[in-house]
């Protein structure tokens, strides 16, 4: 567990470590690896309605925010749902949506629950695509099992930006404090690192029912771990 998992929601450090987040992504180059990401795989998507987009574990919302601005205005329109067991989201940062024509829902909940109740195993896919950034590394086992199966039920797509699990990365997490972050950032981005992935480790757990997913896993940027996960033929997004 990281040390900002165990800390109450208000704790002045864990306020400012969700801050530093920004400025982590920031160094990761985050914000460009996605929007890479997101723009691959939906190239061919019909613009007759919005896209349907889930977040999970969106934390404060910042991140997908930059992606929507950096979108606008070849992507409008989006229904964005930001889920989080936290209550994040600033008002302000909501408007800043709407003033990209994205329209927001934030979920306050846990995404285990949601993935608990996947409705029986026939696939209804809800989200054109779903996101996680800096997120399943928080998951091993079941859970990621777990989570993993009700993204592939629930999505036409899915994009997971995630900690690098190599020697850069764990040496960048061991210098992240030169980018001005405090100690809990500092302690869990090695957490992070640790906790990461590498090769194709969540290719390998990905449930592909039959050969329905074009999956890809690759490294982006100094420090990323990328999944990008395509539901194929007619039905996928690109389809
Ligand atoms: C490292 S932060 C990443 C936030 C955001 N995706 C970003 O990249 O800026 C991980 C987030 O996952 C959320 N989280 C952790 N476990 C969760 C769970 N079981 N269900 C929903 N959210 C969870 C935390 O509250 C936190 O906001």
Not at 24 to 29: D, L
Not at 45 to 61: F, N, Q, S
Not at 99 to 124: I, P, S, Y
């Amino acid at each position: 567990m990281e040390v900002l998992d165990g800390l109450p929601p208000d704790h002045p450090d864990a306020i400012r470590s969700r801050r530093d987040l920004r400025r982590v992504h920031h160094a990761m180059g985050t914000r460009g690896i996605v929007l890479r990401g997101l723009r691959a795989m939906t190239a061919r998507h019909p613009k007759a309605r919005p896209l349907r987009v889930l977040e999970i574990g969106a934390g404060d919302g910042s991140l997908m925010l930059g992606v929507a601005q950096a979108l606008t205005p070849s992507w409008s329109g989006v229904d964005l749902t930001l889920l989080d067991r936290q209550a994040l989201i600033d008002p302000r940062t909501i408007a800043h949506y709407s003033e990209v024509g994205w329209a927001v829902t934030q979920e306050v909940g846990d995404v285990l629950d949601w993935a608990a109740d996947l409705g029986g195993n026939a696939v209804h896919a809800p989200w054109d695509l779903i996101v996680a950034n800096l997120f399943l590394h928080h998951f091993e086992g079941a859970q990621l099992d777990s989570i993993l199966r009700f993204v592939a039920h629930k999505s036409l797509g899915f994009f997971a930006c995630e900690p690098h699990r190599n020697w850069l990365a764990l040496a960048g997490s061991h210098l992240i404090g030169a980018i001005g972050v405090n100690h809990v950032t500092r302690e869990d981005s090695v957490l992070s690192v640790h906790a990461g992935f590498n090769g194709h480790e969540l290719s390998a757990l990905w449930p592909h029912q039959g050969k329905l997913w074009n999956v890809q896993e690759y490294s982006a940027g100094l420090f990323s771990h990328c999944l990008r996960a395509e539901r194929t033929g007619l039905t996928g997004l690109n389809g």
